[in-house]
């Protein structure tokens, strides 16, 4: 029976604690952790954590034997500083995402689970979809043929007001704008299913968001080695939230949500009107034959992360697949700021890799005029779309 502690309890930790609940047979929430205390004390009466005990700090309760996981749902800033104490502690970790806010401070966080041996796991819900788990089983068939191009759209939605929360919208405090903190999960994502790219281009701006320092749409292009491009668009400012993944192969077009399309080619090399049917019913069949997950989102990587402290394996997503993720942003960043191609990997001796490198080095396209300790309706945050609903009658589970 793993003891947990939520560490943060704003509008994510929700989801956190849901997750978990899944799990009573398996692991107990024993203490909510919350600079508002009263948050906290919200969550508890909330989700009746009769047993849980609420603290105002982390370090509180450091030294307390009775906990062995910190599950981190803090603003970005302070994520290196709390995982690093915890594993000193000699405590497991689940971080939201982003790992932290520079890659110095992720290898600093890889470098202390490794000295502790403890186990560190970063939230990247997205890979515990079946849309996403099923797209890479499919991408890893070849049935499609050589990856050619992907496009990845993660268009989000959200109000001025969305910036006025005290922490939001700050390099220093948020560690970045949409491309950090909401097309995160589809970066992971590409790069979980297509591998790590060689050379990042892109653009960022503030269209719509001026309470906000940071952007709030961002445009990318990763080259790989093998030839091929991914085209991400990051944004807070597309209607209707539609997010997806396209994946271009030599044989095929396959997609999350599903769909799939295999063009035959004419003489002349114009495609006619007729298609593979035969490759597009060995995609579908090959998408269908992938067990549907038993769950899915938060709740998915929890039951990944628990089954790693039972069995003492590695969870799917550790510090290191974290890192990547971020790496690929900060890649992004810096691309943009300095209007020039960034080759990966980033080095620690560049200013982009180091504690407070993007902070001083990132336009602010407007300065943050309003600020609020908390909202009034919280609320639960809105996870995306769900990819799978477009194939919700047809594919068997």
């Known amino acids: 029976m793993q003891k947990i502690a939520i560490i943060g309890t704003g509008g994510i930790s929700r989801a956190h604690i849901q997750g978990y609940l899944n799990f009573s047979d398996r692991c107990q929430i024993v203490a909510l952790v919350d600079i508002y205390p009263e948050k906290a004390e919200e969550k508890k009466r909330q989700y009746r954590l009769n047993d849980a005990k609420v603290y105002s700090s982390h370090s509180d309760i450091l030294s307390d034997k009775n906990i062995d996981v910190f599950d981190i749902c803090t603003p970005p800033y302070v994520h290196a500083e709390i995982a690093i104490d915890a594993l000193n502690a000699g405590k497991h970790v689940l971080c939201e995402k982003p790992m932290a806010a520079s890659l110095q401070e992720c290898d600093a966080v890889i470098a202390a689970a490794k000295s502790s041996g403890k186990t560190l796991s970063i939230i990247a ?213 300095t209007r020039a191609y960034v080759s990966l990997p980033i080095g620690a001796d560049d200013p982009y890799y180091q504690t407070g490198g993007l902070i001083s080095l990132a336009p602010h396209f407007h300065e943050k005029s309003a600020s609020v300790e908390n909202f009034s309706d919280e609320g639960e945050i809105p996870l995306g779309k769900d990819m799978d609903k477009d194939m919700s009658s047809e594919v068997s589970a």
């Open 125 to 337: 819900q997205n890979r515990f979809t079946d849309a996403f788990w099923r797209l890479k089983a499919v991408i890893d068939s070849g049935v499609a043929g050589k990856i050619c191009h992907a496009q990845v759209d993660s268009f989000w939605w959200r109000g001025r007001s969305y910036y006025d929360l005290w922490w939001r919208g700050t390099w220093e405090k948020e560690a970045g704008g949409c491309t950090l903190n909401h097309a995160v999960h589809h970066v992971d994502a590409i790069q979980w299913m297509l591998g790590y790219p060689s050379e990042v281009v892109s653009m960022i701006t503030n269209a719509a968001h001026e309470n906000a320092e940071v952007e709030d749409l961002s445009a990318a292009i990763f080259r790989y080695d093998s030839g091929a491009l991914t085209q991400l668009t990051a944004s807070v400012v597309h209607h209707g939230e539609d997010q997806k993944i396209v994946i271009q192969g030599e044989k095929a077009r396959i997609s999350a949500p599903w769909d799939k399309y295999a063009s035959i080619s004419g003489s002349n090399g114009f495609p006619i009107e007729e298609r593979d049917t035969e490759c597009e019913e060995q995609l579908d069949e090959l998408y269908r034959s992938v067990p549907k997950l038993a769950h899915t989102l938060h709740a998915g990587q929890i039951d990944n992360f628990l089954h790693a402290l039972e069995t003492g394996t590695t969870p799917l997503v550790d510090g290191v697949q974290g890192k990547r993720a971020l790496e690929l942003i900060t890649a992004i960043y810096k691309s943009a700021i």
